[in-house]
């Protein structure tokens, strides 16, 4: 299968513990007001990659604890994002942390939801919510939740909510992307 990607960066240490390979799928129907990733919404601007090529990338970021992956809409591409995951975990004992703007109990009922869900160790959900936003750390707005699906970051929940945001900065063919969740003061936020 090919998955519709806005944007990797092989290793970040702003969206989630550890160094994880950040993978921001393209796509989103929900537009939320103050979105800070509006360039990863519309399906007909991102680049579609086979799931066993990136597999691979993500095999090869062994200085990686794991794979964070936002967007864009995650759960509107589960089953390819099951394959991939599926396919990485093959070869290396990655953890999955999954941001999407559905709630828990919606996933389900998705398409290839529930495979994506089996294979996430942490979810954070629920859309972005601008009068929500309270500036904590590694979540866009206060109704958004943290679940630990598995035991894997169960002992590291307190991260999530804590004070202070962290950022950090990537150039791509002169274009700077701030990866982390910034405040929406910061003038240069393009991805979540
Ligand atoms: S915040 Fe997330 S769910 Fe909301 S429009 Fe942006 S990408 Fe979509």
């Known amino acids: 299968?090919?998955?519709?990607?806005?944007?990797?960066?092989?290793?970040?240490?702003?969206?989630?513990?550890?160094?994880r390979f950040g993978l921001w799928v393209q796509g989103c129907h929900r537009n939320c007001p103050g979105c800070i990733a509006?360039?990863?919404?519309?399906?007909?601007?991102?680049?579609?990659?086979?799931?066993?090529?990136?597999?691979w990338e993500i095999i090869a970021a062994k200085e990686t604890e794991g794979l964070t992956i936002s967007g864009g809409e995650p759960f509107l591409q589960a089953s390819a994002l099951a394959e991939l995951i599926g396919k990485v975990k093959a070869f290396r004992d990655v953890g999955v942390i999954i941001y999407t703007g559905f709630l828990l109990e919606e996933l389900d009922a998705l398409p290839g939801g529930r495979d994506l869900l089996s294979l996430t160790d942490l979810l954070?959900?629920?859309?972005?919510?601008?009068?929500?936003?309270?500036g904590k750390s590694l979540?866009?707005?206060s109704n958004q939740r943290v679940h630990a699906l598995t035991p894997r970051y169960a002992s590291l929940l307190h991260?999530?909510?804590a004070e202070g945001r962290p950022t950090e900065e990537f150039w791509h063919s002169?274009?700077?992307?701030?990866?982390g969740i910034p405040n929406q003061a910061s003038p240069t936020s393009t991805l979540k």
């Open 124 to 134: 954070i959900d629920g859309p972005y919510v601008r009068e929500l936003d309270d």
């Open 159 to 161: 991260l999530y909510g």
């Open 174 to 179: 002169g274009t700077i992307h701030t990866v």
């Open 38 to 55: 509006g360039q990863s919404h519309q399906e007909s601007d991102g680049r579609w990659i086979d799931t066993g090529a990136l597999s």
């Open 1 to 19: 299968m090919k998955l519709n990607v806005y944007t990797i960066e092989r290793s970040i240490t702003t969206l989630g513990p550890y160094k």
């Open 139 to 141: 979540r866009g707005s």
